[in-house]
């Protein structure tokens, strides 16, 4: 029995605990719903409704107060007595232990109080803004009527300097006039709302005219004085220029600037319309075309003093590139007579002296055009700025034709000597060839020998010609050099092979007798030399017997050999 009574116990210990742990968090909620509803009586909304009240109301901003009067009074008048009488009911409900349905009722509680809370805040902030606007309307009254004021006495003082677009200032400042006096009225009549915006609007209107103000003169001055005065200077300039001499390519001058005053005019017309962005980009294109024309004009001053500066330069660089050349044809002529000029060298230099012509003949009209006061100097001064850079052109590729062919006569005599030397050589190899008294020599060989001498013939008989052509000659001597450096490795090779067989044949005959192997090689050795001609094969024969006998002896004797033959 004690079993079940004890757990019993507990478990209406807990209930117990637990109900009063309830309780008193929904008593603590009750308490907070009471506090919050203290606090949103205790908000000044209805004295900020009273004086805002007492603010001269109209049109649009009326009705947005009537409409926040009407929420406050049913906030008043109803929803705070019903919040309250929620209150009431939950402090019984939790009286007489209905937790739950107490908690229920103060959810709802703050749910109204957070919506009433919200509403008053609205109505606050749009009370404020009423009044912010009400202050800044007014506020505005005096500030703009002072604005207006100083640009009238602006207008007044200086209208001089805004020219034919005083009028039109003068009738923007009297619509802003307008637009203000309207903006006093709507704000003493209350309607806050169009005067805010008509304010926008003003002072949109100022900034506009303040600008206009503040670009005009300079226009109206740049216009009427700075570019007239800059036309007339040009145009004096012009017509002195054209009475000491000075001429231009394409003389529209004249036309321009009395496109350009039109051009003026119309940006004045247009400034008194107060159009000045138009204006600004037709005065830039005006000032565009008068610096231009006072560059065409400098262009030509500066011209003409580089143009004297360059005449005689110009007339002294002709004459030494014609002398030159007339020296280089003359030099070209004598050389043509012994040697082929195979590189166009006198159809070049014959051109080049065309070339000088032209320059000639372009300096020649120029100069003419100068004395007769007829000259575009600028073009006469590109006409020159040419001629030097084709002269240099000319002069260069005169030095090069004569230095092509300059060496012509040292060519022929180092060919000469070639060959010469060529003749030597072809003499010596026969003569070292007939001192050793070989059996014969290989077809091979002596067809070489016959190729260079068939090759040297020729080369003898090409710069013996009245007329050579070095190019072919000096064609000749690389090939012969190359076959003439081979003719002489081989008869080396023949020459040393034979000596050295002779030695080594003598060195072998202290072995014939007694050594079958160096017999047999050098009765082959010998075939191979006295049949065949083959000298470096009967070396080659020899020598490896001997050296399988007595290693080392061949090396000795071909040292000594060389020695020898060195010495």
Known sequence: MMDLVIPAIIIVVVLL?????????????????????????????????????KIKLNGDVLEEFNSYSDIYKNISEKEIPEIQQKLVEAENLLNSFKLWSANDVLDDVFQSLSLVEGHLNDIRDGLVKFQNVDNQNHEAIESVDNTIREINQHLLSQNYAFGPSSEKLEDRLHDIKSSYDQFVDDTSNGDQGAAKELLKGIYKSIDELNYLIEQIPDDYVALSKEIPKQLDEIERGHRTMLQTGYNFSEDNIDDEIANLKKECKNSLDNLANLDVDETKVASSKIEDSIDKMYAIMEKEIVSKRKVRQNMNLISDFIFHAKNQNRILLDELDRLSKNYNLEHDEIKNATKLADEIETV????????????????????IQKHQQDAKNKLSSIEKHQKDINDSVADLNNEEKVARDNLQKFDLQLLNIRRQIDNLNLPGLTDDFLERYDYAYNKVSKLSSSINQVKISMDEINKQLVDIQDTMNQLLTDTDKIIDSAMLVERLMQYANRYRNSNDEIDSACAQAKKYFDNDYQYEKSLSTIATAIEK???????????????????
């Open 17 to 53: 605990l637990a109900s009063f742990f309830y309780r008193r968090n929904v008593l603590n909620r009750l308490k907070d719903a009471d506090h919050k509803k203290d606090q949103i009586l205790e908000m000044p909304v209805g004295d900020e409704i009273e004086a805002t009240s």
């Open 360 to 379: 000639e003949n372009t300096y020649n009209q120029d100069y003419q055009l100068v004395s007769d006061g007829k000259a575009v100097y600028s073009v």
């Open 549 to 567: 006998v007595n290693p080392g002896a061949y090396k000795q004797i071909e040292e000594e050999y060389y020695n020898e033959k060195k010495n």
